[in-house]
């Protein structure tokens, strides 16, 4: 498996603009999760899926921010209008569950999308 | 979900051990104990878990006290490229209402120096 893949790498977007972050998570993970991080704040979880269905959205910092996850080969992140204030590296990570013991459970990133508002 | 504390920074001398603490005190019987670490932008690495028992890979070992309200773990020969904020977190699967989560604290930044 190619790990988790995350797109666009880079994103330079004008303040208002719609965005939209891809995430491909391992093939036959059920858990996927989404983080921010900056310097002030670190890295932050903003919702996670369990079996497509989103476990823990309370990370989401306003309703400009949605996350979807259509299938469980993709799932998206969209901030609409964005702000300089949600410039940011953002992650998408997956993960197994406990199924037959506690073995393979860890979460694997991606290498991160950089988004810059201006 | 159980919290974790970490010192901020912690310096270690190449080809020495290194031993990073966690104290998660409100840990719950069915909750793990993962660390990770983070490298520069890279996205964080995955090092070992572990419930009760000690662990060991080819990364590291976890040591898990007792009555598991800490653990240490251990770099048992640091080198530079160990260099990265490190970070202990509690993740548990037994249900409610953030079954499976993985929050991330603050972590520790370890330095290793020549």
């Known amino acids: 498996d190619a790990g988790v893949i995350q797109s666009p790498r880079h994103e330079v977007t004008e303040m208002g603009q719609e965005v939209t972050l891809r995430c491909k998570p391992i093939?036959?993970?059920?858990?996927l999760f989404w983080y921010r991080q900056t310097m002030m704040r670190g890295l932050e979880l903003l919702i996670y899926f369990n079996n497509n269905v989103p476990i823990d959205d309370s990370g989401m910092p306003e309703d400009r921010f949605s996350a979807k996850m259509p299938n469980a080969s993709f799932s998206t992140l969209k901030i609409q209008p964005s702000e300089p204030r949600d410039s940011a590296v953002y992650f998408c990570a997956s993960s197994l569950g406990p199924y037959g013991g506690d073995s393979n459970t860890e979460a694997f990133f991606g290498q991160g999308t950089r988004l810059t508002v201006v | 979900d159980a919290k974790t504390t970490q010192p901020p920074s912690m310096d270690c001398a190449e080809g020495r051990a290194a031993n990073l603490p966690c104290n998660h005190s409100?840990?719950?019987?069915?909750?793990?104990v993962y660390w990770y670490r983070q490298i520069h932008s890279q996205g964080p690495q995955y090092i070992i878990h572990g419930l009760k028992n000690n662990e060991t890979n080819e990364m590291a070992s976890l040591i898990i006290t007792e009555d598991r309200k800490s653990s240490t773990l251990i770099l048992p020969h640091a080198t530079l490229r160990d260099t990265a904020v490190y970070y202990c977190?509690?993740?548990?699967?037994?249900?409610?209402?953030?079954?499976?989560?993985?929050?991330f604290g603050q972590g520790t930044i370890l330095t290793v120096h020549p």
């Open positions: 977190i509690v993740r548990g699967f037994a249900g409610g209402t953030s079954y499976g989560k993985l929050t």
């Open positions: 409100t840990i719950s019987g069915n909750e793990y």
């Open positions: 093939s036959g993970h059920d858990y």
